[in-house]
């Protein structure tokens, strides 16, 4: 990912924010050809020497035939993005867009039958606590799911190399920087956290 020193960001909890938020990201290999599978994500931090990605896809799927232990991935998460059009500005301009973004290079680590299982067990409870009646993996039964973990490939990503993009306007002058922020918050919930985000950068 192209980051110019402006946009460029180290904050790491706004890492752990977009990933946490953004979670359906692209799993992206080159193994033997570019291949791209959207998958959901999760951040392990359990222990802080050793954080990592895991996530998991379809054994079918043809990256999860070709994918190995110590394999080069890809993990490419898009947070809060709009459009900025060129109209705000008091100067004539180019329309651009605004985002968050993070790019996670790592090293593959296939999991073993019981990291998947708790990998599973893991995701399931994050977004199945929210709901009415909650169907939690131990309400399943091993026996069930360990017979549809078969079709599962579970994989977890050491980091090598991290990205975090901020782009929020950081450029412009303080008033179209400020009439952007205005536009934006008339406008839908993804633009209008985008205006959040940029009132925090100016503070």
Not at 77 to 101: C, K, M, P, Q, R
Not at 141 to 167: C, L, S
């Amino acid at each position: 990912m192209f980051i110019p020193k402006l946009y460029r960001s180290e904050d790491y909890n706004l890492m752990r924010e977009i990933i946490k938020e953004n979670s359906f990201a692209l799993l992206i290999s080159s193994v033997d050809k570019i291949r791209a599978t959207h998958s959901m994500m999760m951040l392990n931090e359990d222990d802080p020497e050793t954080t990592y990605i895991e996530t998991h896809i379809s054994r079918a799927n043809p990256q999860a035939k070709i994918l190995k232990n110590g394999d080069e991935v890809l993990c490419d998460f898009l947070g809060a993005h709009t459009y900025i059009s060129s109209s705000w500005y008091d100067h004539i301009n180019v329309s651009t867009w605004n985002y968050e973004a993070v790019q996670v290079y790592g090293k593959v680590e296939v999991m073993s039958h019981d990291e998947l299982y708790a990998h599973l067990d893991k995701l399931t409870s994050k977004y199945e606590s929210f709901q009415q009646c909650p169907m939690m993996v131990k309400d399943m039964g091993r026996e069930f799911v360990e017979k549809e973990m078969k079709g599962a490939f579970g994989i977890k990503i050491i980091p090598t190399e991290i990205f975090i993009k901020q782009k929020l306007s950081q450029n412009r002058k303080e008033n179209d920087f400020n009439n952007i922020i205005t536009q934006l918050e008339q406008s839908d919930g993804n633009a209008r956290k985008i205006a959040e985000k940029m009132k925090l950068i100016r503070k």
